[in-house]
């Protein structure tokens, strides 16, 4: 066996720029192979990671009540639309509801944002199940209010960096004049969460002076069917569902048509480096007919050419496949900010995910693919005729 890879290695070194340009073809194609296929793990992963991360899989809320956010801006939250507090206990008890969390949210203005003022925004949450749905939120200092009803504030990290705050200061609600003591300071997440100041949810009631909620979060049993769950959410009286399962296959369709054309790519470029691989072997072997005749001569069968020609092609597959999978982890985070810039959504985490099992896999399809190419230059070294190759005829 090292004998007829010695032989076959030798074979290809006889023609040095050949053997190369066909091995950087091959190796090409495995980079395209291997980080398409990242790309597409990858993705889903980030995707998945970032719909968990939102703490909840749906959102009710009472119509017409994502269209106020302009009115909202505009008129300094006097758009918002309201739901009793009540439907959280109705939305408990549909079979599949896991956890809910009921949400207010309001703005207010505040002429200390900007020249002309701005919108400062308030989420009223509880403390007993908002955290629990968003595990993932950190502390820069402090932590989550201990009551409902304390007069105490959560701030993002931008709404402290922009009003200075740390753990102890007093923060003022615009409009109304109600100081608040800041008892906790959020990392930076890179999300609406950054800029919003969170108030115990009975607090911001009795602020807003308001007993109605806007919003109600809600995690989902892993068992459950959610499809269903949200039709029988739809039934309550005024209210609308938005999944964030359907935000997910909304955006996995915008980028399937360019996957398709991607991986349509990444299949032509395989199937040419396997047209130089065909070519390069055929070519050597065609070189070679008079070396192949006299080891015939010598008792070699022609199942020990095919043999030896096969490895040939087994070498070349086999490093340009994994020079290929090489670049692809070395140039995987620079993929990565490719990608980003091209699709028009892009979840946090990394977009490429590429590990020893994918590696595995597109380094089997390299070599099997090549090996199929490798079939009839090999047959053909098989069948040539010792006498005939020695005269040089045919």
């Given amino acids: 066996m090292i004998s007829r890879f010695q032989i076959a290695l030798k074979n290809l070194l006889r023609k040095k720029s050949r053997t190369l ?13 291997v980080s398409l296929l990242g790309f597409n793990r990858g993705y889903e992963n980030a995707l998945n990671h970032d719909i968990e991360n939102m703490g909840y899989q749906l959102m009710v809320m009472a119509k017409g009540c994502p269209y106020e956010a302009a009115t909202m801006m ?4 006097k758009g918002l639309r309201y739901m009793p507090q009540s439907m ?31 919108i400062a925004g308030y989420f009223g949450v509880e403390s007993s199940s908002f955290p629990t749905m968003k595990p993932f ?61 969170f108030v115990p949810l009975r607090t911001l009631q009795k ?56 991986m349509s790519i990444a299949i032509i470029a395989i199937l040419i480096a396997m047209v130089g691989v065909i070519n390069t072997v055929l070519m050597s072997v065609l070189e070679r007919r008079q070396e192949i005749g006299i ?15 096969w490895t040939e092609t087994l070498i070349l597959c086999g490093i340009g496949g994994l020079a290929g999978i090489a670049v692809a982890f070395a140039s995987a985070r620079a993929t990565d900010i490719l990608v980003r810039r091209v699709l028009p959504y892009s979840p946090s985490g990394g977009l490429v995910t590429i590990d020893a099992g994918l590696a595995a896999i597109s380094l089997c399809v390299i070599v099997g693919v090549g090996l199929l190419s490798g079939l009839y230059p090999a047959w053909q070294a098989g069948r040539v005729r010792p006498l005939e190759s020695i005269r040089g005829e045919g």
């Fill in 21 to 33: 340009l066909t091995m950087v073809g091959i190796t090409l194609s495995s980079w395209v192979l």
């Fill in 74 to 77: 505009l008129q300094g939250g």
């Fill in 88 to 118: 959280v206990d109705n939305i408990t008890k549909e079979p599949g509801v896991d956890k809910v969390t009921p949400i207010l949210m309001q703005a207010f203005f505040d002429p200390n944002k900007g020249e002309s003022g701005g």
């Fill in 137 to 197: 939120l950190r502390f820069r200092q402090g932590g989550w209010f201990k009551s409902d009803n304390a007069a105490e504030a959560v701030m993002g990290f931008e709404a402290a960096e922009l009003e200075q705050r740390e753990v102890g200061d007093m923060t003022l609600v615009p409009e109304k004049n109600v100081q608040l003591k800041v008892v906790g300071i959020l990392e930076r997440t890179g999300s609406q969460d950054d800029g919003t100041t």
């Fill in 207 to 262: 602020i807003a002076e308001t007993d109605l909620i806007t919003t109600i979060g809600i995690k989902v049993r892993k068992d459950a069917d959610v499809a269903k769950l949200e039709s029988r959410l739809y039934q309550l009286p005024d209210v609308q569902v938005v999944s964030f399962s359907q935000v997910k296959q909304t955006i996995m369709k915008l980028i399937s048509t360019a996957r398709v054309m991607v």
């Fill in 295 to 309: 080891l015939k001569t010598m008792g070699a069968m022609p199942s020990d050419i095919f043999r030896l020609v």
